[in-house]
């Protein structure tokens, strides 16, 4: 997997540190102080119970007397209570943490994929990975980060402890213990690093499979799967990429294992010698008995803690590069400049002004639009018209400021986009996109959402009335639950199992043009191919509907079916980016140019094709499974 490493944004290591710890504590700050106690005590408990030990076994070995051994004892069997009980109290303190990071988490990043008011950032393949790394780092990262930290911290104070107790007794054996350690410190190194460059290799074909996975199981897939009869084969590519993953992570496992398996060898060797040596020194009388097994427990203390202390170091240092993808996504600007100071945005009067506008999708694109001069008059409704891919659509983005221009300039009432925020401005615009969304929700909440002010009790008429205007208050009326019938199959209702209802193409539009018409009040109304899914009768009735709705109001309306587009006040022809004609019907019609002649063919019974590169019935329930064939 890419790592951030150097970004600018994402911060070095030790600052991607902070900003974890920051978090934490943020998130919960007992359970982030009560963690680090918890391992502190844990870490000392060990180093603890050998001293006390000794000096019980001395004890008994001079033959003091009770009085004075029994609280020593007393001390042995509340360090043996803590050893036992930490864990288990660790578990539950780090499980409050991580849920509560957890919230937080997810809270910043989606607030942060919600910042931005275009489009760009969506449309684009690496802001996808950024994401769902940061999904998987941000729900990860901090907690295990936390969890090795503290960790490391606790493997750092039993090493303290006991090289401090041993330095105490007799010098040498802290030497004796730090050798003995070493060989499963180079393992574990080793290990640890091998193990994140085998992840990084793998990560793809993970993804991979999960992809194949899920084209076995979304509906959207389904019917092309079973047609094409494509289901074995399919699975066969999930199965192939999982069996390169079994098979990098068993070399990895089978590595652990010969190196484990010789080094702790090697380890015991030399903790064994340590021991004789320990063992003999005792019987000349230069140390004492009680010296013995704090050495013994000093000797596998040491060796557990070093080896925790490096995985667990690796493990830290892994999740904060895997933390410099969540930090990319929060830390990241928003896609289109918002102005510092928007200009105010009072109800529009004059028009819109598009002058000389130029745009592409990125660099690497062809111009799309090329000095687009419309003006949009206040009250009026403006129709567009053109082949497919002749930047109809794209048109219709910029004035909604998805994107920005890269040449030109559009203006609400003289005020440039760029200088109105663009929340105010979207408030101000209904809208019916050519690849409009239906939403796994009920009927009634599909319509509601083009106007969450209705999203209480309150909005039944409102939506009703919206569904009558959009021809489709009939159909929903006649579901099994009206209005609150769920319009999906792969969810099910709140409370029960019952499941939902699929609508067609063009009665899914109907309800995408309701949803545009609870905004029907706002400034503008945009509406782009709101019937071309819908057969001759349905689109017709539709468009008498919206030729009322229209009167007086300030709308763009673009449709391949000239005949509902002849009463607009302007007509627009769009050609390649360009303004080739524009006019009233009857000017273009008597211009007799590309509007009259597309005229003529149409009402000679010829229709265009309707698909345009947009997508023209394109339905978006899940906009990743449907763009999936990355
Ligand atoms: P129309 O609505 O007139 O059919 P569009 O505005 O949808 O045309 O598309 C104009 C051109 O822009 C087409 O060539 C199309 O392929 C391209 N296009 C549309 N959307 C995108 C996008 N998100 N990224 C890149 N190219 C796009
Ligand atoms: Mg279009």
New binding site residues.
């Given amino acids: 997997m890419s790592v951030p490493g150097s970004r600018p944004g994402v911060g070095s290591l030790p600052e991607r540190a902070r900003t974890a710890a920051a978090l934490s504590w943020r998130a919960h700050p007992l359970a982030t102080v009560g963690s680090v106690v918890i391992a502190l005590v844990s870490g000392a408990a060990p180093v603890l119970t050998a001293w006390l030990t000794k000096l019980v076994i001395d004890g008994l070995a001079t033959r003091q007397d009770l009085g004075r051994l029994l609280p020593v004892t007393a001390a042995l069997a509340a360090a043996g209570l803590v050893l036992i009980a930490a864990p288990s109290l660790s578990t539950y303190v780090q499980g409050q943490l991580r849920r509560t990071l957890r919230t937080l988490i997810y809270d910043r990043l989606f607030a942060a994929v919600n910042m931005h008011p275009g489009l760009s950032r969506f ?1 684009d393949p690496g802001f996808h990975d950024e994401l769902r790394l940061g999904t998987e780092a941000g729900e990860t990262a901090p907690d295990r980060l936390v969890t090795s930290s503290l960790a490391v911290g606790q493997a750092l104070v039993t090493m303290a402890g006991f090289v401090a107790t041993l330095a105490v007794i007799n010098p040498p054996m802290v030497a004796i213990i730090i050798v003995a350690a070493l060989p499963s410190v180079g393992v574990q190194l080793s290990l640890s690093r091998r193990r994140a460059a085998v992840q990084a290799r793998i990560t793809p074909n993970m993804r991979r499979q999960i992809f194949f996975g899920s084209l076995l199981t979304t509906p959207e897939a389904a019917k092309e799967v079973r047609l094409f009869g494509l289901g074995d084969f399919l699975r066969g590519l999930m199965l192939a990429e999982l069996r390169t993953v079994n098979t990098a992570e068993r070399d990895l496992d089978r590595s652990a294992l010969r190196h484990h398996g010789l080094l702790s060898l090697l380890g015991t060797v030399v903790a064994g010698a340590g021991i004789l040596w320990a063992v003999v020194s005792a019987a000349g009388g230069g140390i004492s008995v009680g010296d013995v097994t704090v050495f013994v427990a000093a000797a596998a203390g040491v060796q557990a803690a070093l080896g925790s202390l490096v995985g667990q170091w690796a493990e830290a240092h892994h999740a904060l590069l895997l933390f410099g993808h969540y930090l990319a996504v929060v830390r990241d600007r928003p896609d289109l400049p918002i102005p510092a100071a928007p200009a105010p945005m009072p109800a529009l009067r004059a028009g819109i002004e598009l002058r000389d506008v130029w745009f592409r ?1 990125s660099s690497d ?1 062809a111009w ?1 639009l090329r000095g687009i001069d419309l003006f949009i008059p206040y009250g009026r409704s403006v129709a567009l018209v ?1 082949l ?7 048109l219709v983005k910029l004035l909604c400021r998805m994107y920005d221009p890269d040449r030109g300039v559009i203006r609400w009432d003289g005020t440039d986009l760029r200088e109105i925020s663009p929340v105010d401005l979207r408030e101000r615009i209904g809208a019916v996109f ?1 690849d409009y969304m239906s939403y796994d929700l009920t009927a009634g909440q599909n319509i509601m959402l083009g106007d969450l002010a209705f999203a209480g009790d309150n909005g039944g008429d409102r939506i009703e009335a919206a569904a009558a205007e959009a021809g489709v208050h009939g159909t929903i009326s006649a579901l099994p639950r009206g209005y609150d019938t769920m319009l999906s199959r792969t969810f099910f209702g709140d409370h029960d199992q019952e499941s939902g209802v699929v609508l067609s193409g063009g009665q899914w539009q109907r309800v995408a043009l309701a949803r545009a018409l609870m905004r029907r009040h706002r400034d503008l109304l945009i509406l782009d191919e709101p019937s071309s899914g819908l057969d001759a009768e349905a689109e017709h009735a539709v468009h008498m509907s919206l030729r009322r709705l229209r009167q007086g109001r300030t709308s763009v309306l673009i449709s391949h079916r000239l005949g509902t587009i002849r009463h607009a006040d302007l007509i627009a022809v ?1 050609d390649d980016g360009r303004i080739v004609e524009r006019g009233s019907h009857d000017d273009l019609i008597a211009a007799g140019g590309v509007y009259a002649r597309l005229f003529d063919l149409q009402a000679s019974g010829y229709e265009p094709a309707p698909a ?3 997508g023209d019935s394109v339905r978006t329930t899940t906009p990743r499974t449907r763009s999936s064939g990355r």
Avoid at 388 to 394: F, L, R, V
């Fill in positions: 449309e999708y694109h799309i053109g497919n891919g002749a930047g109809k659509s794209t050519q769009l345009t590169p947009g």
